[in-house]
């Protein structure tokens, strides 16, 4: 699905990524972990397309296409979608609106006709059920006045509207409470399939018990510097991100 | 309606240049350029005026020559030649159809272009909107005219009412807006050639929006429309008004003159969509728009004026209220965008003279480009006005770091009884929004529609559904290609 390969990022003159490689296969989840400002936000902005960062080596081939010669938008049309740490407040706009222009841009670019009212209507219908996200809020102005949880629903909501082959979601998971996080993890769930994969960024091995992945990595000094499966995750809720330091001579 | 005009943006529009910009090739009536008390004199009787009207126009005339041009709004442009405009044009088969099939192939082929076609009119929007279609200065189509008849509605060419209804003309033109009110206003009363009337009469709801599309189509003749709305007792009206014009290099002025009157517990909803040629790229040509709308509300009447405005080279312009009845209400909104070289000062003025009265301004500007937009805004309560409210909002949004928005509220109260809150923001568009929309698929030009239709939304619900759609589409058109 995706192939990162020794990915080097600056910012302002600042190397952020240093190396970073991560392979993504159909239908796997893949978790990162990482201590605060180590770059995993970064990394998904650089997946995403944000033109601020400089990426100054490595490759990455997305579904066969060099990812890098695609603008954000190709991106997003290719496949790829990521889930906002921060998610943005566009005022006066609505939900459904805002979801349905992105549906009919990419049907447009497919040569497709636009969805019509009531395709689409059942669509919003049957994924807001899949977050169990309130009816006012898909008709409410994108975000704006969402609590924290609300946001972060909403944006697992977009998500399963665009039905992304490969989906980042960064630190989803924080700011929800109990329920909503049993919810959301459920969403994405449902939505995984074999054609599809999940790149899920936390800080909580808590997520990992709902959404199992696959593989979890650590992301620190700007490199994947530690892979393992779920138990990885455990043992770092347990012991912290020093041992790995020490092991990395960090 | 949102769903609606969002939808459409998601479909139209991909033209970048003016949309509107074309010439109708028909034959046209001109009066020698250059303005003289003679020309005034060719103008009424070429319209076949009654004395009076050419007296009022004689000393109009007088008490504009000891004007000066205003020079304090915040707008820089090389002052009109008034001598080298050409003051009266009239199409030369200026008789009135008798129905839709009379009109000319190449008349109906411009309005088409507008888009606003009545036969498409009454197709797509199913409501009923009667047209008086102004064509440079002689109205040359007008409809329902028989079922506004019925209620007793007049909704007329000012010509027309001016041989028809000379008493309610001569009554009540000049009533709100003076000669003596500013230049333009003073000029507009000296030369005006055509422009709407319209009566309801007591107790009347007019059923249909009433609608006006102005149209500059003759180069280098100046227009100066005269409108004039009257609400009877108890009536309401809700009336539009809309314009676009044809792309041409030197510039044209306009100075027109709208005067509403609202009487004991009438409502008058004034809607415009105004485009007229802002001018190229690099500021070359282009409408001068110097406009003085205002209205005069009696006892516990109502008076909204909602605008949307994409064009013209400069506009100065001030929709505005006497709230001279106790429990009147004036309001005003305004979406105001700049673009380009475009400059804009428009605002409004609510005159609070009555107790209970109620004032609301909401403004939201948005300028691109190089442009300036500047709100200018009075609220003025006097010493009687116990009780009176204002609530004002400016917004500003910008498009570029080379634009310029500026905010001018003025405020005077005499009476201690008075609430006058204002709200001003200024915004830019942000990066991480317009990344959200493209992380979502919504590329760029979308996007900056998307989030500007967003912040206008207040002011786009207020005009009536077709209108808003126009309005969308317009906004879209003027700022394409105006973020980087
Ligand atoms: N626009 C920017 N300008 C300067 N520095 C930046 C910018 N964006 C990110 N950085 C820096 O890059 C580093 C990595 O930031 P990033 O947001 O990717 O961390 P993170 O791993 O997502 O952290 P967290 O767990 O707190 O979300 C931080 O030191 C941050 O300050
Ligand atoms: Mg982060």
């Known amino acids: ?250 | 309606m949102a769903n609606y005009t969002e939808d459409q943006l998601a479909q139209d529009l991909k033209n970048q240049e003016y949309k509107f910009g074309f010439t109708t090739d028909i034959k046209s009536d001109k009066a020698p350029k250059g303005l003289t008390e003679d020309i005034i004199k060719l103008i009424s009787s070429k319209k076949q005026e009654p004395e009076w009207l050419l007296q009022n126009r004689l000393k109009a005339f007088k008490i504009w020559k000891s004007m000066e041009n205003p020079n304090w709004a915040h707008v820089k442009f090389t002052e009109p030649k008034f001598q080298d405009i050409s003051y009266y044009a009239a199409p030369k088969q200026s008789k009135k159809y008798e129905s839709w099939e009379d009109v000319e192939p190449e008349m109906k082929e411009t309005m088409k272009k507008l888009g606003i076609s009545l036969e498409e009119q009454k197709r797509i929007t199913g409501t009923n909107v009667a047209v008086d279609f102004v064509m440079d200065s002689v109205s040359v189509a007008t409809s329902f005219q028989s079922k506004l008849k019925e209620l007793g509605i007049i909704f007329c060419s000012f010509s027309e009412a001016v041989k028809e209804h000379p008493n309610l003309v001569k009554r009540y033109m000049g009533s709100v807006v003076p000669p003596s009110d500013n230049f333009y206003a003073a000029l507009n009363s000296a030369v005006f050639t055509d422009g709407s009337f319209c009566y309801i009469p007591k107790g009347v709801k007019c059923p249909m929006e009433l609608s006006t599309y102005f149209r500059i189509n003759e180069g280098e003749t100046g227009q100066f429309e005269r409108t004039l709305v009257i609400a009877d007792e108890d009536s309401y009206v809700s009336y539009l008004e809309g314009c676009t014009a044809p792309q041409r290099d030197e510039n044209q002025l306009h100075a027109a003159v709208v005067e509403l009157i609202a009487m004991e517990n009438a409502e008058i909803k004034y809607s415009t969509v105004q485009n007229w040629y802002p001018g190229d790229k690099n500021g070359l040509g282009g409408i001068f728009n110097f406009v003085t709308k205002r209205g005069l509300c009696e006892k516990n009447s109502k008076i909204s004026w909602t605008q949307v405005e994409t064009g013209s080279a400069v506009t100065w312009k001030y929709p505005s209220c006497i709230l001279k009845g106790d429990n009147s209400i004036g309001e005003f909104y305004s979406v105001a965008v700049t673009n380009n070289f475009q400059q804009a000062d428009t605002g409004t003025k609510m005159i609070h003279l009555g107790k209970n009265t109620k004032s609301t301004i909401i403004s939201k500007g948005i300028s691109a480009g190089k442009s300036n937009n500047s709100y200018r805004g009075l609220v003025q309560i006097h010493k009687n006005a116990k009780n009176a409210r204002n609530f004002s909002q400016c917004d500003s949004l910008l498009m570029s770091d080379e634009c310029g928005a500026h905010t001018f509220p003025y405020i005077e109260c005499k009476n201690k009884n008075a609430k006058i809150e204002h709200e001003a923001t200024t915004s830019k568009i942000g990066e991480d929004q317009i990344f959200y929309c493209l992380q979502r698929g919504i590329t760029e030009e979308k996007a900056i529609s998307l989030i500007v239709n967003g912040y206008c939304k207040e002011i786009l619900n207020k005009l009536p559904m077709e209108f808003a759609v126009e309005a969308q589409k317009l906004l879209t058109i003027s700022l394409e290609g105006s973020v980087g």
Request: a negative charge; charged letters at 30%.
């Open chain 1, 1 to 250: 699905m995706i192939e990162i390969k020794n990915l080097h990022a600056k910012i302002e003159g600042k190397e952020i990524l240093k190396g970073l490689s991560l392979n993504v296969n159909k239908g796997e989840i893949h978790a990162i972990m990482g201590p605060n400002g180590s770059g995993k936000s970064t990394f998904a902005s650089i997946l995403a397309g944000k033109e601020e960062y400089d990426v100054t080596n490595g490759s990455i081939v997305f579904c066969g296409e060099d990812l890098l010669e695609l603008s954000t938008e190709e991106r997003a049309w290719a496949g790829l979608f990521l889930a906002f740490q921060y998610p943005i407040e566009i005022p006066g706009v609505s939900n459904i609106n805002f979801l349905k222009t992105a549906i009919n841009e990419k049907r447009e670019k497919n040569g497709h006709e636009p969805i019509t009212a009531k395709d689409y209507m059942n669509l919003v219908r049957e994924k807001s059920k899949l977050v169990e996200l309130n009816a006012k809020l898909t008709s409410r102005s994108v975000n704006e006045g969402f609590s924290g949880g609300e946001k972060k629903r909403n944006e697992i909501f977009q998500m399963a509207m665009l039905n992304p082959k490969l989906s980042i979601l960064d630190e989803t998971d924080s700011g929800l409470d109990i329920d909503a996080l049993r919810i959301v993890a459920n969403g994405v769930n449902k939505l995984k399939n074999e054609n599809n994969a999940t790149i899920v960024i936390t800080h909580y091995q808590r997520l990992l018990d709902y959404i199992v992945p696959d593989f979890v990595h650590v992301l620190m000094d700007g490199r994947i510097v530690k892979s393992g499966d779920k138990d990885l995750a455990l043992k770092l809720e347990k012991n912290g991100y020093d041992w790995i330091k020490k092991e990395n001579d960090i």
